[in-house]
């Protein structure tokens, strides 16, 4: 059952009807201490991610994740950003607690690599349906509904979650869930208008698990959708999310009914009344206080080259030489296309200027230009950048923690008993042979 904690000030703050802006309502529910595990605005340093690494209790995960206020490790945005690798994260857990390989932590360690090993086969085909859902795709709607983008439905758990989502940069995976869920299946809007939108806002945005969780949801990457009623939000969430009487207070039979019909439920009378929030700017740009200039040749002639990008923020190699000159590097063709709010920015950027000494915000052009200069470039390869980083640099892969799965797997269960196969502790799974990068 749900306890009081500190999403309880946010939310109590969220549901009066004024209009307020989402970042005051972060600052006045955080608590003082710097070093606090603060769910809702995690620090980017490494000291963060490592005090958050060092509090994971994964007995208390497996009883009470589900709950808003379950003890999950708000790890996301710092495994998206490698400021920590999966590996790193299990190692740690593991000097603490001997785990077994099917414990339900290791488990969702593996959710997060079984989308980037679906993301690693399919490629940019993870964008588009992975199968066909419960209705046609002309039954969904391209575009998200105005009342929801406003976090006014009428219908408390979805304002609760957009608004938090604005305000925080963080959801919880069963409050993406819900949402998710309410728009495709109840307001029958294409799963891909959900995840184009949420992911500009998510701190730990990743186009793996953020799209391949909508398809999950939708029920064109799983067997069947997600459903959940009024009941089931009763159980795990705050009072203010409590939904009775709204479209969502009906059995699962009837849910199961209303996914199978074309038309989406009326909006809810009470919506109207509602303060609208506002909804914050993706900037396709840094923010000028990001300090960025344009990709420059004479900067990195005749050098090594270290290029640091956004999903590269863990320690830099150890093998680095002294001369090394390391690069921070923006790259507009993918920012044009997945903008991210200003929360994000920042995050990205404090931690990219603690790294390198240069950052540069520019095309693949000018950036290929720049680095032809170079003696040497190399950097660490993630898929976001797939299609440019391997143009100019040589890439090394993260440290993975799943042995390689050669075999196609469309489902989770099935990629799960390959990469476990023939072990029994997570001790062995750090061990095993043979690795490759999962993402
Ligand atoms: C609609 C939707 C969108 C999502 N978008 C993203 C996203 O953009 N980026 C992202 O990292 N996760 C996403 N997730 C997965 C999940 O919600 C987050 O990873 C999780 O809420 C992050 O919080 P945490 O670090 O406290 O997780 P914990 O529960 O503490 O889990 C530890 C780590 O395990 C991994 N993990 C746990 N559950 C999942 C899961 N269901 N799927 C994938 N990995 C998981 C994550 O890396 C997480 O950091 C999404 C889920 C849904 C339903």
Redesign the pocket.
Known sequence: MYRKHQFDLLLDTVVAEEAVEPAALVSSASPASPTSFD?LTPLPTLAAARERIAA?RPGA?ART?NSLDGA?????????HGMVS?RD?LAGVCQRYPLEVQHK?VY??G??A??RYVWSRRGARIFDSLHAGPLPEAAYARELPDDIRAGATGVPVIDQAVRTLYATG????HA??W??SYVVHLRKVHWRA??DW??GH?L????????L??Q??AGTGSHKPYLFNAENVAKYAPPQWHSPGTALDVSYEALGELALQPDPVPAEPGGRRLVRCQEPALLAEPPSSLDVCAPDAQAVAGRDVWLVHPWSLGELPATLGPETVVVGLYLSDFHLLWPWDQRRWRFVGSRMRELTSLRWHGDAASVGRALKAARSVRCQLDPHLAPWLPLWAQCQNPPALFPPVDKPCDLFTQWWRRSTQGLQTAAQLLAAEGRRDER
Do not use: I
């Open positions: 769910l994971v995960y994740r999950v490790t708000g790890l996301s945005p710092y495994l998206t999966l994260v932590f969702e360690l959710w997060r079984f989308y963080n959801l919880h995976n993406r869930m949402l998710a959900g995840a949420m992911v998510l730990d945005g990743d186009l793996a698990s953020n799209h969780s909508w999950w949801v």
